[in-house]
């Protein structure tokens, strides 16, 4: 099967300017998540979603980050304006249920880096 | 959100076992246990995941006692190719997987 699908694969932009970043998960998956990984880390969830409804945003900074899941397929996660400390690689996944026994299916990420 | 400690990073040569131990002391009745692996340039990548005692798969065996407040992820006979960062999560009551530092693995021939 596809897996989760992510573009761009690579981003730079200035700090104070705008980017958003795209994801089409698994057919089928009704959970999908948006994670911020900075060099290092380990991943962190900024918004989950179950169809087209926000199940957790708690620590997605809402007063530059936004995302949203039209009709309960695709996402988009923007940013504006950007920061310095927003470069990390975004990183999407899916899976079938909020308890899927077997686990998230992740896509390769967009590296963001803001200058 | 259940917090889990795992070592920062481990050594191992090419045909040995590798076990990473997890303590998640405050793990609830419901959670499950999971591990990913993640490559440089790639997303984490489902290995295994379990609830008690043992559970074993084509890529790795987890272990868990009957207290559940540890877990044991053993990869056997790793290659090369098993370097990567590996991460114990374990599912909170609302499911939220949480990462933390992971454990780096390091290969050597």
Known sequence: EAGVAQSPRYKIIEKRQSVAFWCNPI????TL????????????????FQNNGVVDDSQLPKDRFSAERLKGVDSTLKIQPAKLEDSAVYLCASSLALSDPYGYTFGSGTRLTVV | LAKTTQP??????EGQEVNITCSHNNIATNDYITWYQ???SQGPRFIIQGYKTK???EVASLFIPADRKSSTLSLPRVSLSDTAVYYCLVGDK????SF???????VRA
């Open chain 1, 27 to 30: 057919s089928g998956h009704a």
């Open chain 1, 33 to 48: 998540y948006w994670y911020q990984q900075i060099l290092g880390q380990g991943p962190k969830l900024l918004i989950q």
């Open chain 2, 8 to 13: 920062i990073s481990m050594d191992s040569y």
């Open chain 2, 38 to 40: 993640q490559f440089p």
């Open chain 2, 55 to 57: 559970v074993t798969n």
């Open chain 2, 94 to 97: 609302d499911y939220k997987l």
């Open chain 2, 100 to 106: 933390g530092a992971g454990t780096t693995v390091t």
